[in-house]
């Protein structure tokens, strides 16, 4: 166990290997064991975990009672800057808002909390490196992920760092296969909770609607997140292992690097229908479809945690993870299936950072805001926001909204060598991409001075092709034309493994040239057509779309049956195309609609020194 990759490795993109590296002298509490003691009293039982769940009060022990001051501290305020998941986010500010609802004084001073969020990977990467390029009064006092396996990973830094492998829990989400009401019941699952190997067997089984009489729901869809920056992707890429190992809860007893185990997880991999970065990503496309009246279209079977199906099923989405939206409750709720042998619990652990930017005001702080949050009235903020408290209670509206299970059978969480390992292995076992990256090379892509937006989704394809392993197939085609001439350059670099094709792509794509017009309907409809000819269900078959601009072509084609061909081939052999709408003036509702149908995801590059950054997020989305 514990394989680790060079960091020069050209498939992981530089955040990865901070994050998994961790080597830098980092970080977290100085203070999270004097923190530790703040709040549970030595001897107490109830500081430190088990399993990164925390040995809390049980469910009849009295909680601490909050204790504010009797008058607000002076001005100006002590800053307190928290960094938290996308998932737990709006957790945390209920948090603040509730603490700061009433006087505090610390150290003479008022507090004033102040939330931001981060993809889970993304901030332990940000976290391991103290911050680069911050300026030291915007670093987090408080970094709160969603799960204690981030500060294990983190904590696994060649050189041996010094991060904690344990916070102060604050709340809890199981980690749940998230299903159609009518899917669970077709299968049973609703009463009758399967096995993580049934889980995985189901969604090899890509004819199971067919065959009990559902064909109109398609091929069995199921989604996980990517478990180099999700929570629920990483326990999903557990559970995984577990699975083909014949212990969910064994891991780290067994031989993570054993070819005769990889070979069976990539074997359960297979049932992927896709990556996303994150789980909001998925219900976002969910929801679209029940909104369209038919949920199957995108989603048989998602692995998430049970807050974002409590989110779902009251009608709040995100696109980005990060923007809420609020409508009225979906057609069809989703089901929380919590599998019979165990599932793993994200226990929201609360770190405070030992960096030089951490003041002794700012630490007294932290210590003040977290022990709030682990008082009855913190907990009770924490069980309205969709979360199990500490001591395992629920809302019980929310328990009813989320279709939460009474109690949970936790899984223990994996060590962090065993962690660490499973998400170096991922390259590896995950599902191969069959991916066809498709450029607008219109006259509109050289309008510009100095460097051109072609030039610049150039070399974003070049650094977007280092995700990818060698038996990945990856081609390369271009569209435009001149006049009423024919689509061009059309394909430039088939699709074929990426082992044998990489020089040919690249050579390819350094000698494109931008002619024309942009025939964006026949260009999308000629290729997804061409690729569900060819499809390939041990791959995830799929298109990255670059456009700059909207279809001015005369050639024929139209959004309209556009989307209708991309619904049709996703129903039966499913073609993602990714959009991503780059520079100011793409036509990013066609992009959007176009991603839609086909059952994939929008990314906004509008602005394009992102573009490098979203393509990376992109495609490793597959």
């Known amino acids: 166990m514990g394989r680790r990759r060079a960091a020069t490795d050209p498939r992981y993109p530089r955040w990865i290997w901070i994050a998994a590296a961790a080597t830098v002298a980092l970080l977290i509490v100085g203070g999270a064991f004097a ?19 925390g040995n809390t009060p049980s469910a009849g022990e009295p909680l601490a009672q ?97 991060v904690p492998q344990e916070g102060i829990s604050l709340a809890r989400s199981a980690v749940v296969v998230a299903m159609p009401e009518t899917m669970a019941g077709a299968l049973g699952w609703d009463s009758k909770p399967p096995s993580w190997s049934e889980v995985f067997r189901m969604a090899e089984d890509q004819d199971v609607w067919e065959r009990l009489g559902h064909a109109d729901w398609g091929k069995f869809k199921f989604g996980k997140a990517s478990p180099l920056v999700s929570t629920s992707g990483l326990m ?42 994150t789980p909001e990503h998925f219900l976002w496309h969910a929801r679209e479809a029940d909104d369209a009246g038919n949920v199957s279209e995108f989603l048989s079977a998602v692995i998430v945690d049970e807050k974002s199906v409590w989110d779902y099923n009251r009608g709040v989405v995100s696109e980005d993870g990060i923007t809420k939206q609020t409508g009225p409750a979906p057609r069809e709720p989703l089901i ?41 009235q913190g907990q009770n903020v924490v069980k309205a926001s969709g979360y199990r408290s500490i001591q395992g209670k629920l809302d019980s509206g929310v328990a009813g ?21 499973m998400q170096d292995s991922f390259p590896d076992v995950r599902k191969r991409a069959r991916a066809l990256f498709l450029l607008d090379v219109s006259e509109s892509m050289v309008q510009e001075p100095g460097v051109t937006k072609l030039q610049r989704a150039k070399d974003a394809v070049l650094k977007a092709l280092d995700h990818f392993t060698g038996e990945d197939e990856v081609g390369l085609a271009a569209f435009s034309h001149v006049n009423d001439g024919p689509l061009q350059p059309g394909i430039v670099s088939p699709v074929a493994p990426f082992k044998t094709n990489k020089e040919d792509l690249i050579a390819q794509l350094n000698g494109l040239q931008a002619v024309d017009a942009t025939p964006l309907f026949e260009a999308v409809s000629r290729f997804a057509g061409d690729q569900a ?7 995830i078959n799929t298109i990255v779309l670059l ?16 989307s209708e061909q991309l619904s049709h081939q996703n129903h039966s052999t499913p073609v993602l195309v990714f959009t991503l709408a780059y520079g100011p003036d793409a036509d990013v509702p066609t992009l959007l609609e176009i991603a839609r149908s086909s059952g994939a995801h929008y990314y906004d590059a509008t602005d394009p020194n992102r573009l490098e950054e979203v393509l990376g997020e992109l495609v490793t989305s597959f």
């Open 35 to 53: 923190l530790r003691t703040l709040i549970y009293p030595e001897g107490s039982g109830q500081g430190g975990t088990s399993a990164g769940n």
């Open 66 to 162: 909050d204790s504010p001051a009797p008058a607000a501290g002076a001005s100006p305020c002590i800053s307190l800057k928290i960094l938290t998941s996308l998932e737990n986010a709006e957790m945390v500010r209920a948090l603040a808002a509730e603490y700061t609802a009433k006087p505090r004084s610390v150290d003479g001073k008022c507090v004033t909390p102040e939330v931001t969020q981060e993809k889970s990977g993304l901030a332990a990467g940000k976290v391991a490196g103290q911050f680069p390029g911050v300026p030291a009064g915007d670093r987090p006092v408080i970094w709160l992920p969603d799960s204690s396996a981030w500060l294990r990973t983190g904590g696994e830094g060649a050189g041996g760092s010094p």
């Open 236 to 277: 999903a890429l557990a559970a995984s292992y577990g699975a083909a190992g014949g212990s969910v809860s064994g891991l780290d007893d067994m031989d993570l690097d054993a070819p005769s185990l990889l070979e069976k997880v990539q074997a359960v991999e297979l049932g992927t229908s896709h990556y996303m970065a």
């Open 336 to 376: 929380a299936i919590y599998p019979h042998d165990g599932v793993h619990v994200a226990d929201n652990p609360a770190v405070i950072l030992d960096g030089d930017w951490v003041g002794s005001q700012q630490r007294l702080a932290a210590q003040d805001f977290l022990a709030f949050a682990v008082t009855e």
């Open 401 to 421: 909204t989320g279709r939460y299970a009474e109690t949970l059978q936790p899984l223990p969480l994996p060590r962090a060598e065993a962690l660490v390992a």
């Open 533 to 539: 000819k060819d499809y390939k269900d041990t791959f």
């Open 547 to 562: 456009s700059d601009g909207k279809n001015d072509s005369t050639h024929p084609g139209d959004l309209s049956g556009l």
